[in-house]
């Protein structure tokens, strides 16, 4: 029994399953690895939608509206801890998803009522399980065409660090819905998130909940997008109310249950995700399999073509035979290290580790700079270091994601110059490069100073009487030379401001001591971001080269491959007699007639304007 997910896809799948058909009798084992890779693809690929906002704007019961099942805990006193995926499944399950320090990914399955457990921050407080994400399926229509939510933890303010790592992982989404509820007007953080992800990410929308509990959310609606339209934003926003839709979910009558559901809002929200989000994803794999399949079936075609030529005029065939050699010969250079998409890509990759490596220090380094003014400013470090640790790591955290953003965009970049020097006369489609973040900062210690040391009452007194007796020993011998007792009104003065002046001295030297300790932990913390996460974008930028390399060198290889069998066909023919070359003539023809066939009925996949 087919499941839903692979209903969408029927056509597609049909149509590759068709060439395959059709190649079976021209053992090219090339072109059907490539057939076979665009179909594992066509049943693998999904659309990735991110729920990103505010702690408790109601993005856990947005998604549960969304796909009429409870698939994320919803509670006045439960917050999101770590990103919870949902994705179709044929029956409910639940399953736990780590990195272990070996670098391999562990998963474990629970059951469906343990969810809160591991997905809350009362039952998992500060992912003390070290979870990478919770992955939740469900049987629901909507999912199963392909589409995946994932619920990302609430931030408490967009700025926050895990804002930042939320915004490293959006290069891999195909779409972003920024919740906020109708309290209150969109802030300036919100506002930068969506200046960012636009451009990373190729759909965002916005959604404003609750509105049922607020009877000025109209107004906050208008509020909001007249602040996108400032900010040169354009993105769709829906009001929607998940009380409502849960109502209109739960009702047996009929005209009750549309009357809610239309108030609620969701229909235009799913609408959105169907035709603007899923929908185009599916254009977009539509398009992938014609180009893969009507690429392969033309080269196929094209050599009978080049052997139908031959065998019908023998003396044009040498002058074939020499075109096709230099053909070959061409198709072999691409092949070569000295290839120019080779010399570009190389040199490409070499450039942007370069740039992104230079990009994040001098990011960093503008950190530290204005952490040690804070330090120095501030006086003793210590009385404010939590609010100081928090501001270092959220900005860190902030610069290492735009590092990221920026490094995907520059990758993306490189391969369309690599695909236009591979071949400039041809339409190459790019790889998808779907390049996630292993999120480094995971493995970076926390920002901790060293324990500070004590000046209490004890030690201040001590100080005092050191310095004290100090002074009083020294004007008491002057004194004593004048005539005076060792102990007089002028030696116990100056006692007493030299034992003053040696406490202010001892507690300056304690807070340069903590100051400077603040600034070697800060150091110390800023070299491990940087040491794991320019290991992260080196890893990166490898896996995009090796990516366009395998892909361009085996487009490369299916070229030679097809021309050396147009070659050998053409050489054939000059050995063969006229009733041969007649017989071998009427089976191209017909060969060919069944190949355009199935090259017409693929094309049927797209759009007529597409098409043509």
Not at 432 to 441: F, H, T, V
């Amino acid at each position: 029994m087919a499941t839903a997910t692979a209903k969408p896809l029927a056509e597609p799948v049909h149509a590759v399953d068709l060439a395959l058909g059709a190649l079976v009798r021209y053992e090219r084992p090339d072109l059907e690895a490539r057939l076979r890779q665009a179909k594992d693809r066509l049943l693998t690929d999904h659309v990735r939608v991110l729920v990103v906002g505010e702690f408790k704007k109601g993005k856990s019961m947005l998604i549960n509206a969304v796909v009429g099942a409870p698939a994320c805990p919803v509670l006045d006193d439960l917050a999101t801890v770590v990103p919870t995926v949902v994705r179709h499944g044929s029956a409910p399950s639940v399953t736990l998803v780590r990195q272990l320090d070996t670098g391999e990914t562990q998963r474990t399955a629970v059951a469906l009522g343990e969810l809160a457990r591991y997905a809350t921050e009362s039952g998992n407080p500060g992912n003390r399980e070290r979870l990478t994400q919770v992955e939740v399926a469900l049987p629901s229509a909507l999912l199963g065409n392909g589409l995946v939510l994932v619920d990302t933890p609430g931030v408490g303010g967009l700025s926050s660090t895990h804002a930042a790592a939320t915004m490293a992982t959006l290069p891999a989404a195909d779409a972003v819905l920024l919740v906020s509820d109708a309290s209150q007007e969109y802030t300036a953080p919100e506002i930068e998130f969506l200046r960012q992800a636009r451009t990373a990410c190729p759909n965002v929308a916005c959604v404003l909940t609750k509105i049922d509990l607020y009877p000025q959310w109209r107004r906050i609606a208008e509020i909001n997008r007249d602040h996108l339209k400032r900010a040169g934003i354009s993105a769709p926003l829906f009001c929607v109310s998940s009380s409502l839709r849960w109502q209109a979910l739960s009702t047996s009558d009929e005209p009750l249950r549309v009357e809610l559901n239309t108030e609620s809002g969701y229909p235009e929200l799913v609408r959105f995700l169907r035709v603007d989000v899923v929908a185009k994803a599916d254009q977009l794999a539509r398009r992938s399999t014609v180009h893969d399949v009507v690429a392969v079936l033309e080269q196929v075609a094209s050599g009978l073509r080049t052997e139908r030529a031959a065998q019908q005029d023998p003396e044009r065939a040498q002058e074939l035979i020499s075109t096709l050699t230099a053909a070959e010969q061409r198709a072999a250079s691409l092949k070569e290290r000295s290839a120019r998409w080779q010399q570009t890509l190389n040199d490409g990759i070499t450039d942007l580790n370069a740039d992104i490596d230079y990009d994040l220090r001098d990011r960093l380094r503008e950190i530290v700079r204005e952490a040690e003014e804070a330090i120095e400013a501030t006086g003793d470090p210590t009385k404010t270091w939590e609010q100081f640790a928090s501001w270092v790591e959220q900005s860190v955290a902030n610069a290492a994601s735009a590092n990221y953003v920026w490094a995907t965009q520059r990758a993306r970049w490189l391969a369309g110059r690599v695909a236009a020097h591979f071949d400039q006369e041809r339409t190459q489609l790019l790889p998808s490069l779907r390049m996630e973040s292993a999120e480094p900062l995971r493995s970076v210690r926390a920002l901790t100073m060293r324990e500070a040391e004590p000046f209490g009452l004890g030690r201040k007194l001590l100080t005092g009487v050191r310095g004290g007796y100090m002074g009083t020993l020294m004007f008491g011998m002057f004194g004593t030379l004048a005539g005076f007792a060792l102990l007089n009104p002028l030696s116990i003065g100056a006692g007493v401001l030299l034992g003053r002046r040696a406490i202010v001295d001892e507690k300056k030297r304690v807070i340069t001591k903590r100051q400077n300790d603040a600034k070697t932990a800060l150091r110390r913390y800023v070299d491990d971001v940087t040491f794991h996460v320019s290991k992260d974008s080196r890893d990166m930028l490898r896996g995009v080269q090796r990516t366009l390399r395998d892909h361009f060198t085996g487009q490369a290889e299916e070229m030679k491959r097809s021309v050396q069998e147009s070659l050998r066909a053409a050489e054939k023919s000059v050995k063969a007699s006229k009733a041969e070359r007649d017989a071998r003539v009427a089976e191209i023809n017909t060969e060919l007639a069944r190949l355009d066939q199935v090259i017409k009925q693929v094309r049927t996949l797209l759009p007529a304007e597409a098409a043509s």
